[in-house]
Structure formats: C-alpha cells, structure tokens
C-alpha cells in the first residue's frame, strides 16, 4: 500500500494481507541501503496471524520517494508521522540496525506510540569505519561489498539459505546496489552520528526484545551492553552462529524470537490457507 | 587499500551452499532421496505452504540437496538464486514461460543449439510465442527485430556450431533500452570462462549435463537469476508485477525486490509443469563442479594443442575458434573470454561428404555421439543429427555446412587425441 507522509508516496509491504488498523498493528523498518524486502518471511507470518503488517520502506529507498533522511532523529520523526496519516494510534516496532535505532528513538520520544520493541542487529552508539564511511560518500562499490563481507558470519559467507536456492550474500548485494547515490552515506552517516540511543533507551517503557548475531561484525554483541544497560530489562536473545544479516541467516530462529515476543496474539484465529498443490 | 573480505571462486566451486550435516556430520552434501519433508505440526506446515517460513516440503518445488546446487551455481554465476531443473530444455523453458504467455515474442540469435531452436521456431509458436532469428554479430538486426511484444533476448555465450560470441554487454544495453531482460545460454563457458551478469545479462541457464558436471552421466540444468533487472520499471511483465492468482494474489516483485523472477518460477513454473530436478542429479552435479576449475583449464588447454594441430593439417579448410585471429569474433573473445573459449569447436574437412564420415568413423578414442561437455573426447557431424531439422538457408546462416565436424574435447593426453585425429584424417583422405 502507498501512505503520503510529508508530501511523498510511502510504500508498506502489508504481508500479503490487506491493511486493517482495527488489527495490531507491527511496524518492521529495515536498515541502510535495504528495503522491505528483508523482512519478507516474517511479515507475512504475522500479517497471516491476527496482526496488521506494515513494512515500510523508508524514504529515498526501494519504492518510497522523497530524499534519505540524514539523521535517526528525522527516521524516528518521519516513522511516527507514517503511523498518524496510516490512522495507527500504536503499533509494536520492529527495527534492524538502522532501523532498530529508528525504532528505538521512535519509542524514547514517543512511548505512548509504542506497544513494543523490537531491535535486531543493535548498538547504541552504532559507530561505522571510517573506510566504509569514506567508500560510500564516494559511492564506491567497495561499501557494498565492505557490508556484504561484514554482515554474514564466516559459515553463512559460504551459503547455507533456509530459502531453498537463495545465495544470500548474493542477494543482499544485489539489494543494496538498487540505491540511489548517496543514500546509503546517508544511512551510514545516521548510524554514526546518533548519540541519543542510550537516553532514548531509557526512556523507553514497553516492553523490549532484543536479538543480536554472535558473529556480528557490523554491530557487535559487546558493542550491545551498554543499550542493554539502559533498557533496563530487555528480554535479550544471541542467535549463535548469525552475524549481522539476522532474516537471511536464521529466518526461522528470528521468527520464533518474534512470536514468542509477542505470542499473546500470534493464538489468535488463523485464516485459512486455501490453495496447495 | 582495505579489501573486502570475497570467497574466490575455487573455493566457492566445493563449499558455496554446503556444510557438513549437523546432525550425522557427513563432509559431503547428503542425498536427500525423499519426496516430501515432515511438518513440525499444523501452523509449521501452513506456514511453509504461504511462504511465511522457509524450508522443504515436496521435492517437486525444492529439496536440501539440489538446494545446495542451486547455492553453488548462484555463487559461481554472482547471481541472487538459481533453479535446479531436469535439463538445460527445461531451464530455457522455465525461463520463458515465467516471463511471457501467448502473443510474446522473443528476438533470439540465430547460432543456437538445435533443441533450443526447436523448441523456439517450431514447438513455442504452438503456445503463441513466436521467435525472431537474428545474426548474433548484427546488432542493427537485434534492434530491427525488437517489437512491441517482445520480452526477452536471447543468445549463448558461444553460439552452436560456429562459436560465434555473444557480445553480451551490446545487446545487455539494447535490450535494456527497452526495457527487456537478456537470457544467456552458458553453457559452453561455465562461470569458470564467462560470468555473463558481470557483463549485463539478467539471466542465465546452463545445461548442467555438459561441462558443469563433466561426467556425461546426468541430464540437468540451472536457471540463475541475476537479480538486477527492474520488471516494475520495465512495466511489460504483469507475471511478476501483478497479482497472481494461483498463488493468493502474490505481487512477485512487491515479495522479492531482487528475485521475483526466481519465486514465480518456482511457486508456478516447476510446481505446475514439474520439470524438477532429482537430488541425485543434484548430487552428482556437484560431484562434477569441485573440480570445474581443474577441468575447464584442462579442456582449454588441449583443445588450444587440437587447434594447432588441425590449422595446420592439409586436409583441414577451416577451423572456428575464436581465439584464431582468423575467427570473426577474435577481438570480442579476447574481451570477454579471457580464460578461453571453451572446448567445443567445429572445423571442416577438405573433401567430400563421404570422406567426413569417414573420418568420424575411424576415430578411436573420441566417441561418436550427441552431446559435449564430457570428459572424454566426442565428436559429431551436426548437418546429420543436431542440426538435422534446419533447413539449409538457416544451416548456412548459422556457419554449418555439410563438411562441418564438431569435436568436444575431453581431458585425456592431448597427445594421443591428436593422434586419433591425424589418423582419421588420413583415413579420410584415402577415401
């Protein structure tokens, strides 16, 4: 579905079902140079559960329109106003790594919006190398692959796709070179400057899983503590043997993390799967 | 210079989609010999079904062990995913019948394998897709050709007979301009000569019978997917940007940015015409790709010797390989063939039509039979077999002519294939 938000065409993923804002409502935002694609498995779970599904694609990326925006604070802003001009009072946000400190400043600054949180691939500061910083201003394709050798853990670098015939880092390289110049310097640069994730941390007040990849090179768990820490109490869960890229490596085991998260809806009826083979 | 950390293609050859089994910690890739996969309970097996988890359920739509062939040929071609199909036929087909339905056409080079000219010229017009045969050196006549209806482009890497090669980033960038996809036939090159996505094709398919497995004992294919073509930009394939019925009104290109083309012809092409692979073929695939690298370099390596021997040999008129700077496509092969330009090759005996078949028949060591790719040395006269159906204009056209010999060679001594061949063509010229 499209959604205008400050004068510009959104584009939400809705999970294979149609909007309903009379359903709660999960919100997945996706991180630098992606788009809603990412979260394909998972959101058609839900959207096929009981729940509404929006996948957004943020600004400047996939089909949205409008420019990138230059910092976590417009991401969360822009987020929040996507959610007014959709008609959703809450929703349960779900973000990765620039998305997840999208969702996190989102539920700091706007807690009556939030029901609860998700951050997948997570740290708060979310510094990014100075090589890759200086890659993607140039637009060098040397980002795109500085992230793809980045975001997988060793294992996965060689395959392994649950989604039978998939190449993942094939896939997710192919993805990120879909996007305009300079969008994912914007992204990375977002990342990097954002200094508000511990205050947003605590001042959040819903509940709030947190899911990280043991080999996450791009945000790792150590790198983690201190948002823990100022979560308070998260329910927190390491996926072993994941690096950064935590849908593609373990779509299941990302699933699973999810529903249990919020499984007091994932009971409710489910509409029936009409057509097989 | 920082480097990105890249798995370089040899090791991709024996590891990309592959890892010991975690539950008996087999080295090599199992057989998963099943026909269907059991559910954990009800919303597992649903789930599966609406593509909300991934994983196996019928071996018709996907199995663990061709999984990992479709990972591997994905990581050799850098593509986004693959399908694993019962033969390189079947790829092409998948191809097409994904894109296009009745009243599409398709602009093809003319310098194709016999099967695939069948099947475009004579069997798809049947079904209502018709097919312009064009020079694959004429690019005014690719463009010419391109109409309204038409949805794809299509070529080999090296064409059948003549090896004429495809300049891929030309008709990429033809093709682009309106909007279309180009198909590329590899199986000639493998990825270890050619990557064709790096030089702009969308997809491309192998018959992995010949050179991927090396062993001529299965029949298979591979349809890959290089994820960068734009099917909403392009706005002339409602199979991928429009609701699809048959799977609850799935939008391919909404689920996938880079792989609608991969997940309609797995949820509609290969579950409702079923030509799937069988993880045994799977398996011996794979068996034939870890040593793809050592094989190809053996192939070009002997096939250079043979080379050298026949434009020398005074019974020998003409020899068609493009790394002869007698051949039309020398520069282009130089270009984007550096490795070399395969091991299958034709050239023509000076002499009569019985003086050819005699030399095919006094040959020892290369085998007389219809396919190439093997690793042991073959050999056949296309006018008689592959190319049995084409008329003689197009035979022409296509660089055949009644003299035409077509050799695939193998990986045995090179001098004793050059032996059996100098021995043949005496014979032949006692004839």
């Known amino acids: ?277 | 210079m920082t480097k990105a950390k890249t798995t370089h293609f040899d090791t991709l050859t024996l590891h990309a989609g592959a890892h010991p089994d975690p539950v008996t910690g087999a080295r090599a890739t199992p057989i998963y010999q099943s026909a269907s996969f059991v559910f954990s309970d009800s919303d597992h097996a649903a789930a599966l079904f609406n593509m909300e988890r991934a994983g196996h359920i019928y071996s018709r739509i996907s199995n663990p062990t061709c999984a990992v062939l479709e990972e591997r040929v994905s990581a050799l071609e850098a593509g986004v995913g693959a399908v694993a199909v019962a033969s390189g036929q079947a790829a092409l087909h998948l191809a097409i019948a994904t894109l296009m339905g009745t009243g599409a056409h398709i602009v093809a080079s003319r310098a194709l394998y016999g099967g695939s000219h069948n099947l475009l010229d004579f069997t798809l017009p049947r079904f209502g897709i018709t097919t312009t045969f064009v020079a694959p050196h004429d690019l005014d006549a690719w463009r010419a050709a391109i109409r309204p209806a038409t949805r794809l482009l299509f070529g080999e890497t090296l064409g059948n007979p003549g090896l004429d090669v495809l300049d891929i980033p030309r008709i990429a960038t033809l093709a682009h301009e309106h909007g279309l996809p180009l198909l590329v036939d590899s199986t000639f090159t493998t990825p270890y000569l050619a990557r064709p996505f790096e030089h702009g094709a969308d997809l491309v398919y192998h018959s992995a019978t010949k050179f991927l497995s090396g062993h001529g004992v299965v029949i298979g294919g591979l349809l890959v997917d290089g994820g960068t073509f734009d099917w909403e930009r392009s706005g002339k394939f409602p199979t991928l940007t429009e609701p699809y019925a048959g799977f609850h009104g799935m939008v391919f290109a909404e689920e996938s940015t880079t792989a609608a083309f991969l997940l309609r012809a797995r949820r509609e092409g290969i579950r409702d015409f079923g030509a799937c692979m069988a993880p045994m073929t799977a398996f011996q695939i794979l068996q034939g790709i870890e040593t793809l690298p050592l094989r190809m370099q053996r192939h070009v390596d002997n096939t250079r010797r043979i080379v050298a021997f026949l434009t020398t040999h005074p019974l020998v008129e003409q020899v068609g390989y493009p790394e002869l700077p007698t051949h039309r496509d020398h520069a282009l092969a130089q270009k984007l063939l550096p490795r070399g330009c395969g091991a299958v090759f034709s050239f023509s005996i000076r002499g009569t039509r019985e003086q050819g078949r005699k030399f095919i028949e006094a040959l020892r060591i290369f085998s007389h039979l219809a396919n190439v790719g093997d690793a042991k040395s073959l050999v056949i006269h296309p006018a008689s077999t592959t190319h049995f159906r084409v008329a003689a204009p197009d035979l022409r056209a296509a660089g055949i002519t009644e003299g035409t010999v077509r050799l695939s060679v193998g990986l045995e001594d090179a001098d004793d294939l050059i032996e059996d061949l100098s021995r043949a063509l005496h014979a032949a010229g006692k004839a």
């Open chain 1, 1 to 277: 579905m499209r959604i205008v938000v400050d004068g510009h065409a959104v584009y939400a993923y809705t999970g294979g079902r149609a909007f309903d804002a009379a359903l709660p409502t999960l919100v997945f935002v996706h991180g630098a140079a992606l788009d809603h694609s990412i979260w394909g498995l998972q959101s058609r779970y839900f959207a096929h559960h009981g729940h509404n599904v929006l996948v957004v694609d943020l600004p400047g990326h996939g089909r949205s329109g409008g420019a990138a925006l230059s910092s976590v604070r417009k991401l969360a802003d822009w987020l929040v106003a996507l959610l007014e001009a959709a008609g959703i009072a809450q929703a349960a946000l779900i973000g990765y790594s620039l998305g997840s400190l999208t969702v996190l400043d989102a539920a700091g600054r706007y807690p009556a919006r939030v029901s609860r949180l998700v951050l997948l691939g997570a740290s708060a500061p979310m510094p990014v190398a100075a090589v890759l910083l200086d890659a993607a201003r140039a637009n060098d394709h040397l980002a795109y692959e500085l992230i793809t050798g980045w975001s997988y853990s060793a294992a996965h670098q060689l395959g392994g796709n649950q989604q039978p015939g998939m190449w993942m880092t094939g896939n997710g390289l192919r993805l990120m070179e879909r996007c305009a110049p300079g969008v994912l310097h914007a992204d990375l640069l977002a990342c990097h400057e954002y200094a508000d994730g511990l205050a947003a941390a605590a001042a959040v007040h819903c509940p709030v899983l947190v899911l990280l990849g043991e080999r996450d090179q791009m945000a790792p768990p150590r790198h983690a503590q201190a948002l823990i820490t100022a979560l308070g109490d998260p329910r927190v869960l390491t996926l072993a043997g994941c690096g950064h890229n935590l849908m593609a490596e373990a779509p299941d085991a990302v699933l699973d993390a999810l529903r249990e998260f919020l499984r007091q809806r994932t009971d409710a009826p489910q509409p029936a799967i009409g057509k097989a083979w």
